[in-house]
């Protein structure tokens, strides 16, 4: 390059200080352009930050959330602990009505099949067996009905089938030697512990043994009752585990006198039902019986019991939290003298008035006296309460009661 080039742009990159005065500088600029801002701050400027922060603020929040979603609504997820593979959350694609529970599986999805119901297989790892399942993780929906749990699983947390609302029997492999299924409830394998009752097994013994479409056409006939929804606990049982009867369509349950807890919510709600024959009440009576040859779970009559009586079993020791709650079709509750421990909220809404009248469990017969009683260990609030006035108020105790 010449001087004389390099002479035009050295001059071309000077700086060039216009004398204009600054309220007439806009003048100057080109037509449909505002005018500048000389030496002030731009018209909410502060606003504007604080907009533009809060911005990437919810998009970085969102991208978060989504993410995470992502990963939650994976269908199975596993963890890998020092005892084997757990399985640790299953969330139902909408799709899935049986669920096995034997080696890690994963969802594959088939290329060109656009239908949600029929687009996917699911493809397991026979390498990797499941040796646990963590409690609460079977998000199973209102279309799981059948599980299957596989040999290799050596803990099963009763807490695991929480949200399994139409699930009707679960099957336990044959090789198994921690649990055994009785006629599609769930038992530890020398049947001392009841897991799960499942939450619409009526239905299943409807399909099994052809009561809907044999027996029962036109009405709820005591029949119906007795084999449907009436459940005996086989002699065995010493534990009915948390969660065990949650919500399910019973109306009647016998329970052994070897029985020993009744754990945390184990019959807790039982379901109202509602189908052609109307309205069908949740729990309404829990008997016992003595004799210990019982193994089978349905009712064939009182005499192969033994001797029936309307109570908790003699020898019961432990009553959970929340054990019977909202049972409001129970009536009457005793308690032997054998329990050493009520927990919270035992029988907490089992009480309610109509009319004016008191419904459900008025009082509360027990086999101690006063001073024997206060000495149990109780939970707060174990006894119903009902409205009294503008307060809630605990229905009576009769001390030293004897068996109805």
Not at 137 to 166: H, M, P, Q
Request: charged share 25%; net charge negative.
């Amino acid at each position: 390059m010449s001087k004389k080039e390099k002479k035009k742009v050295n001059d071309w990159q000077t700086e060039v200080h216009l004398d204009i005065p600054e309220d007439e500088i806009w003048t100057y600029q080109v037509p449909g352009l505002a005018a500048p801002h000389v030496n002030k701050p731009y018209k909410y400027y502060t606003l504007k930050k604080i907009v533009f922060v809060l911005v990437i603020i919810v998009a970085v929040s969102l991208s978060i959330y989504f993410s995470v979603m992502a990963l939650q609504n994976d269908t199975f997820q596993y963890t890998e602990t020092e005892q084997g593979i757990e399985f640790s959350k299953f969330s139902n694609t909408g799709y899935l009505y049986e669920l096995d529970i034997d080696y890690v599986s994963d969802i594959e999805y088939i290329a060109g099949n656009n239908d949600p119901a029929t687009n996917f297989k699911v493809v397991k790892d026979t390498s990797k067996p499941i040796t646990s399942v963590r409690q609460f993780t079977l998000n199973c929906d209102d279309k799981i009905k059948t599980i299957r749990i596989g040999a290799d699983v050596e803990f099963v947390d009763a807490k695991a089938f929480y949200s399994c609302w139409a699930l009707q029997n679960i099957e336990v492999d044959e090789n198994n030697t921690n649990y055994c299924d009785v006629d599609g409830v769930l038992y530890n394998k020398d049947k001392t512990e009841i897991l799960c009752y499942p939450c619409d097994h009526d239905e299943y013994l409807r399909q099994k043994y052809g009561y809907e479409k044999e027996l029962y056409k036109d009405e709820v006939t005591p029949e119906y009752e007795r084999d449907i929804q009436t459940y005996v606990v086989p002699a065995t049982v010493e534990k009915i585990d948390e969660m065990c009867f949650n919500y399910a369509n019973l109306r009647v349950v016998y329970l052994p006198e070897g029985l020993k807890r009744i754990e945390t919510l184990a019959i807790f709600k039982l379901h109202e039902r509602v189908d052609q024959w109307g309205t069908t009440p949740s729990l309404v009576n829990v008997y016992s019986y003595k004799s210990d040859k019982v193994t089978s779970t349905h009712f064939t009559s009182e005499k192969a019991l033994g001797e029936v009586y309307n109570s908790l079993p003699e020898g019961l020791e432990f009553i959970g939290s929340d054990a019977f709650s909202y049972n409001q079709a129970l009536s009457y509750v005793y308690i032997p003298e054998s329990v050493t421990y009520i927990g919270h909220h035992a029988f907490w809404d089992t009480v309610y008035k109509e009319d004016g009248e008191l419904k459900g469990v008025s009082e509360i017969y027990v086999a101690f006296s006063e001073e024997e009683f206060n000495n149990l260990e109780v939970g707060d609030d174990w006894k119903p309460k009902y409205d009294y006035l503008l307060f809630k108020k605990a229905v009576e105790t009769v001390y030293n009661a004897e068996r109805k």
